[in-house]
């Protein structure tokens, strides 16, 4: 029951207008410290992606690098995006990582070191190229990376404190909204 009532305010969060962070052309986007520091805070992939790689990260064998790798990542795909580089099918693909995420974790998949920050790797290239077309400033740059870091952090916390059953309910809540995600894509 608890599930249901997760999904469909899941649902309700995605048709708001805060549930697509990335709109074309950055109509709406304000730049600076302060725009690159909400924004993984508002916007559901983005929130849920850097959550589900710090509580993934705590049951895999290169517990720490991951995050950290992810984070570098991260900042080479915002780099792309101020240069100008193009990923096509890049809200797709975003989505697509938060639903591949919410399986890791709702199958409680562990990967080989390499595997996995390939894996990550990729995903952080993603996030941060949208990031980097949205947010171009320095400082935006540097608030974006501080919200993330704090994301993962905080999702590395709850990794550490909850019960299997409940990060496999997690995993299974997250992979849904990638999922309703992919289809708003």
Avoid: C
Avoid at 54 to 77: C, E, N
Avoid at 118 to 146: C, D, K, Y
């Amino acid at each position: 029951m608890h599930l249901l009532r997760f999904l469909a305010l899941a649902a309700l969060t995605i048709a708001s207008s805060y549930a697509q962070a990335h709109v074309q052309g950055g109509v709406w986007h304000s730049h600076g410290f302060r725009a690159g520091l909400l924004h993984p805070l508002t916007g559901l992939d983005h929130l849920l992606a850097m959550l589900a790689v710090g509580i993934w990260s705590v049951r895999q064998s290169a517990t720490l690098r991951l995050p950290l790798g992810f984070i570098a990542a991260m900042l080479l795909g915002v780099l792309t995006g101020v240069a100008g580089l193009s990923i096509p099918g890049l809200e797709t693909g975003i989505a697509l990582t938060v639903a591949l995420l919410g399986v890791l974790l709702a199958a409680a998949l562990r990967l080989p070191p390499a595997l996995a920050a390939a894996m990550l790797g990729v995903f952080a290239i993603l996030h941060g190229n949208a990031h980097g077309h949205e947010l171009p400033e320095v400082a935006s740059t540097l608030g974006l990376m501080l919200s993330s870091a704090g994301l993962i952090y905080a999702g590395r916390v709850l990794g550490h404190k909850l019960p299997m059953p409940a990060v496999k309910w997690t995993g299974a809540a997250i992979a849904a909204t990638g999922t309703m995600l992919l289809a708003l894509a």
